[in-house]
C-alpha cells in the first residue's frame, strides 16, 4: 500500500486518469440509465470520481511546471481541495443531488479551461486533446454558469452539447492526462 500511496506522480496521475474515464463511464451509464444503479454505489463512484479528478488536477502542475509559475501549484492543490469538498456536499446534502453543485463545476471548469489555453501550442497536450478540452470546460462553464449567474436554466433542445461537452471532457482533460503524462515519462532522462 505504502508503494501506491509514494509512486512517482506521472504514474499516479496516469492510473487515475484510467480510473477517472472508468467513474465516468459509470456515471454517464447511470445517467442514461442504462442499467440499474443503487444510491450508495453512486455515492461511492462520485468520490471516486473527484479523488481521481483531485489526482489529475494536482499533477497537472508538475506535468508543466517548467512553463507556468510557482503559484500554480498552490492553486491546483486549493481547486483539488474544492473539487472533493464540493462532491463530499453534492454527495451528503439531499438537495444537491439531483442538481448538483454547480459552483464547483464552474469553479473547476474556469480553471481548467485557464490552464489548457495557458499550455496550449506548448507540446504537453497533443492538439486533439487541447481542442476536446477547450471545447469541454467551454461547454462546462456556460452550462453551470448559467445557473450559477443567471437562474437560467438551458433548454432542452441543447442539453446534449453538454452531454457532448461532458464526453469531450473526458477523451480531452481525463485521456489526454494519461497520454501527456506518458509521452513526458518515456523522453525523461530520470
Known amino acids: 500500500m505504502k508503494k501506491f500511496f509514494t509512486q512517482p506522480i506521472g504514474s499516479l496521475v496516469r492510473q487515475n486518469a484510467i480510473g477517472f474515464i472508468a467513474c ?3 456515471l454517464i451509464g447511470t445517467g442514461f440509465e442504462l442499467f440499474e444503479s443503487v444510491d450508495g454505489v453512486n455515492r461511492i463512484f462520485n468520490f471516486a ?3 481521481t479528478l483531485t489526482s ?12 507556468v509559475p510557482n503559484y500554480w501549484k498552490m492553486a491546483t492543490v486549493i481547486l483539488g481541495a474544492v473539487l472533493i469538498l464540493g462532491t463530499l456536499i453534492e454527495i451528503s446534502v439531499p438537495e444537491f443531488r439531483e442538481t448538483g453543485f ?3 463545476y464552474f469553479i473547476w471548469a474556469f480553471n481548467s479551461l485557464t490552464y489548457i ?4 501550442g506548448t507540446g504537453v ?3 486533439v486533446y487541447e481542442y476536446l478540452s477547450i471545447f469541454a470546460f467551454t461547454g462546462i462553464l456556460v452550462g453551470s454558469g448559467a445557473g450559477l449567474f443567471f437562474d437560467y ?9 453538454f452531454g457532448i461537452a461532458w464526453i469531450s471532457m473526458i ?3 481525463g485521456y489526454g492526462s494519461y497520454v501527456a503524462w506518458g509521452d513526458k515519462m518515456s523522453s525523461s532522462t530520470e
Open 171 to 173: 477523451i480531452g482533460f
Open 102 to 104: 454547480s459552483g464547483m
Open 56 to 67: 489529475i488536477v494536482i499533477g497537472s502542475y508538475y506535468l508543466v511546471e517548467d512553463q
Open 153 to 161: 436554466t438551458p433548454p432542452e433542445s441543447i442539453q446534449p452539447l
Open 125 to 127: 497536450f497533443r492538439p
Open 117 to 120: 489555453l495557458t499550455v496550449r
Open 24 to 26: 465516468n463511464i459509470y
Open 49 to 51: 470520481w473527484a479523488f
